[in-house]
């Protein structure tokens, strides 16, 4: 078990520039997950996958996010034309479809990222 | 909907002092609660939670915290603070099983 990796950790890019990130979850966790964290506030929910079907997704997913998770394994997250108000650390997270621990996701340690 | 409230997003304790802070929740069904820890350009970690039973859970790294249905909190104490519990500490509330509601977060300094 190597825990929930993201790639990258830092990223710096230009207003209107498109962004992706990607999210590893831990082995054998089906649903994965990806909040978005602003200085100073708790992360808040942006989509969750099941497997590969993108089960539900947040309001504050405009049309400039989009986010993928082909075969169930890891996922990416996409945004285009980005804005200053994009710049934040983008959290990926993962948890087991049943078991003790079906309730508890497991973080990875974040993309930060910063708009110019 | 389900919401989190935390007092106070500033507490300083000396070392070995009691660590208490403070999470209220709203939420119109039973919730799933949960503590997190947050380390500087890091992840979140798990501390502890509470599902269902006892209503006494205890975590990681000597923390602990008592879900109240009556007062509709979920503290989270530790008895003697350590340096080492510097951190960002966020209480999370789910109602169904995948989405967490944060609190805005505590931030822990421990002085000498």
């Known amino acids: 078990d190597t825990g929930v990796s993201q790639d990258p950790r830092h990223k710096i890019t230009k207003r209107g520039q498109n962004v992706t990130f990607r999210c590893d979850p831990i082995s054998e966790h089906n649903r994965l997950y990806w909040y978005r964290q602003t200085l100073g506030q708790g992360p808040e929910f942006l989509t969750y996958?099941?497997?590969?079907?993108?089960?539900?997704k947040s309001r504050l997913l405009s049309d400039r996010f989009s986010a993928e998770r082909p075969k169930g394994s890891f996922s990416t997250l996409e945004i285009q034309r980005t804005e200053q108000g994009d710049s934040a650390m983008y959290l990926c997270?993962?948890?087991?479809?049943?078991?003790?621990?079906?309730?508890?996701?497991?973080f990875g340690p974040g993309t930060r990222l910063t708009v110019l | 909907a389900q919401s989190v409230t935390q007092l106070g997003s500033h507490v300083s304790v000396s070392e070995g002092a009691l660590v208490l802070l403070r999470c209220n929740y709203s939420s119109s069904v039973p919730p799933y609660l949960f503590w997190y820890v947050q380390y500087p350009n890091q992840g979140l970690q798990l501390l502890l939670k509470?599902?269902?039973?006892?209503?006494l859970v205890k975590g990681i790294n000597g923390f602990e915290a008592e879900f109240k249905k009556s007062e509709t909190s979920f503290h989270l104490t530790k008895p003697s603070a350590h340096m080492s519990d510097a951190a960002e500490y966020f209480c999370?509330?789910?109602?169904?099983?995948?989405?967490?509601?944060f609190g805005a977060g505590t931030t822990v300094t421990v002085r000498a």
């Open positions: 997270a993962s948890s087991p479809r049943q078991g003790a621990d079906a309730d508890t996701q497991y």
């Open positions: 999370a509330v789910s109602i169904n099983d995948y989405k967490l509601s």
């Open positions: 996958f099941q497997n590969e079907a993108q089960l539900e």
């Open positions: 509470y599902t269902t039973g006892a209503t």
